[in-house]
């Protein structure tokens, strides 16, 4: 079955601590996304890579970083430096940019 | 500033009482505008691509259209499993590449 596939589906994370959410595609797909959904508002953009070892970053890469080595995964790593990390992720890849893109079932971070 | 503004924040719906969702958007070059039904605590999951005014698309109960200015996904005599939250993306033109703008969602309830 072809899909995108994150994990951990729950993840708690300390004061302090770096934590990396994974994310594996095996559509073959050029263009991946992370994105953040926090109640109330939509997803937005924190990083998007269109090709291997290339990324850019979206409205609110500020405390995270990503690496993009191989075309099938796109780890986020969610750094100390994020001041509010409790939230769910949301990895998403698509053939070209601009096409529709297809998500995974997201990883929600919560800080202990 | 571009930005995709959906409406109602919330409906809800007796069985088979038909009703619309608005997405409208303020884009500076639309490439595509997408929609998605997301489930509570899971991934959106992809309903339609429409690239061009006039163009419709249908699947089971919901349809959906777009206009220079807006999107309506209608649906049509809708079951309980039709309850969810339902998003609207736009993607835009060049030197936006990768760039998905998202609405805040509608959630519709459907009651039996």
């Known amino acids: 079955d072809g899909g995108i596939t994150q994990s951990p589906k729950y993840l708690f994370r300390k004061e302090g601590q770096n934590v990396t959410l994974s994310c594996e595609q095996n559509?073959?797909?050029?263009?991946m996304y992370w994105y953040r959904q926090d109640p109330g508002q939509g997803l937005r953009l924190i990083y998007y890579?269109?090709?291997?070892?290339?990324?850019q970053k979206g409205d609110i890469a500020e405390g995270y970083s990503v690496s993009r080595e191989k075309k099938e995964s796109f780890p986020l790593t969610v750094t100390s430096a994020q001041k509010n990390p409790t939230a769910f992720y949301l990895c998403?890849?698509?053939?070209?940019?601009?096409?529709?893109?297809?998500f995974g079932q997201g990883t929600r971070l919560t800080v202990v | 500033e571009d930005q995709v503004t959906q409406s109602p924040e919330a409906l809800r719906l007796q069985e088979g009482e038909s009703s619309s969702l608005n997405c409208s958007y303020t884009?500076?070059?639309?490439?595509?505008l997408f929609w998605y039904r997301q489930d509570p605590g899971k991934g959106p999951e992809f309903l339609f691509t429409?690239?061009?005014a006039g163009e419709e698309k249908e699947k089971e109960r919901l349809k959906a259209t777009l206009t220079k200015k807006e999107s309506f996904l209608h649906i049509t005599a809708p079951k309980p499993e039709d309850s969810a939250t339902y998003l609207c993306?736009?993607?835009?033109?060049?030197?936006?590449?990768?760039?998905?703008?998202f609405g805040q969602g509608t959630t519709l309830q459907v009651k039996p």
């Open positions: 998403a890849s698509s053939i070209w940019e601009s096409a529709e893109a297809f």
């Open positions: 559509l073959n797909h050029d263009a």
């Open positions: 890579s269109q090709i291997v070892n290339d990324f």
């Open positions: 884009v500076s070059g639309l490439r595509g």
């Open positions: 429409l690239y061009s």
């Open positions: 993306a736009v993607s835009l033109g060049s030197g936006n590449t990768g760039k998905l703008i």
